[in-house]
C-alpha cells in the first residue's frame, strides 16, 4: 500500500514540476504537446495527474530536453542501458544557444510548428544533426554563427554522417577536398 502513496507522490512531484514551467515560462499546453511528440489531451491529463505520469523514456527525455533539466530530475525516468554518445557538434551548437542566451523554448520558437519535434530529438541526441544545408542555415542564423564558422560545422556533420554510413574519407579524401571546396563557394557566397 505504501508504494501507491509513493507512486502517488511522485506523478505530483512531476505533473507539477511540468505545470510550474508551463506557467512560468508562458507555453501553451499545445505548443508543449507539439514540442514533446504527444496529444493536447495527454498534457492535460499529464498535468491533472488523470493518468499516471509517463514511464516512457522517450517522452521523459523530450519533456526534459524541453525543460532544459536532465531527464533524471523525474523518478519515472530509468537511465538507458544504451547511453546517448557524445556529439561534439551537437555541443557546439548548445554552447550557440548558450551565448545567445536562448533556452530551448526560445530557441523552438523561432521555427516553424511542425519542425519543433524534430528539433527536440536532435538537441537530445536521438537524431542526427540536418545535413541539409538550408536547415542548417536556419539554426545558424537563429543563433549567429558566422558564414566560414556554420560551413565547418556542417562540413563537420556532413564527415560523420558519411563515416557513419561506411565511406572511407580517408580514401576519398581528394574527392571531398574538391566537393567541399566547391560547396563552400556557394555556401558562403550565396548571402
Known amino acids: 500500500?505504501?508504494?501507491?502513496?509513493?507512486?502517488?507522490?511522485?506523478?505530483?512531484?512531476?505533473?507539477?514540476?511540468?505545470?510550474?514551467?508551463?506557467?512560468?515560462?508562458?507555453?501553451?499546453?499545445?505548443?508543449?504537446?507539439?514540442?514533446?511528440?504527444?496529444?493536447?489531451?495527454y498534457v492535460y491529463n499529464l498535468i491533472d495527474e488523470t493518468i499516471p505520469f509517463s514511464t516512457r523514456t522517450t517522452t521523459l527525455e523530450r519533456i526534459a530536453t524541453v525543460m532544459d533539466i536532465m531527464p533524471e530530475e523525474f523518478d519515472e525516468y530509468v537511465i538507458s542501458s544504451d547511453?546517448?554518445?557524445?556529439?561534439?557538434?551537437?555541443?557546439?551548437?548548445?554552447?550557440?544557444?548558450?551565448?545567445?542566451?536562448?533556452?530551448?523554448?526560445e530557441f523552438l520558437k523561432k521555427f516553424e510548428r511542425k519542425k519543433r519535434l524534430a528539433l527536440v530529438d536532435i538537441l537530445r541526441g536521438a537524431k542526427p544533426l540536418y545535413i541539409d544545408f538550408s536547415e542548417f542555415q536556419k539554426i545558424g542564423e537563429i543563433l549567429n554563427i558566422k558564414d566560414a564558422d556554420l560551413f565547418e560545422l556542417w562540413?563537420?556533420?556532413?564527415?560523420e554522417h558519411l563515416e557513419d554510413s561506411g565511406f572511407d574519407t580517408s580514401c576519398n579524401k581528394e574527392f571531398l577536398d574538391a566537393m567541399f571546396a566547391g560547396a563552400k563557394k556557394y555556401a558562403v557566397s550565396k548571402k
Open 83 to 105: 547511453p546517448v554518445p557524445y556529439n561534439k557538434n551537437l555541443e557546439t551548437i548548445k554552447e550557440h544557444m548558450k551565448k545567445n542566451k536562448l533556452s530551448t523554448v
Open 155 to 159: 562540413k563537420n556533420i556532413f564527415i
Open 1 to 41: 500500500m505504501q508504494d501507491k502513496k509513493t507512486d502517488k507522490k511522485n506523478e505530483q512531484k512531476s505533473s507539477k514540476k511540468v505545470f510550474d514551467f508551463l506557467e512560468k515560462n508562458k507555453i501553451h499546453k499545445k505548443d508543449f504537446a507539439q514540442m514533446i511528440g504527444v496529444t493536447l489531451s
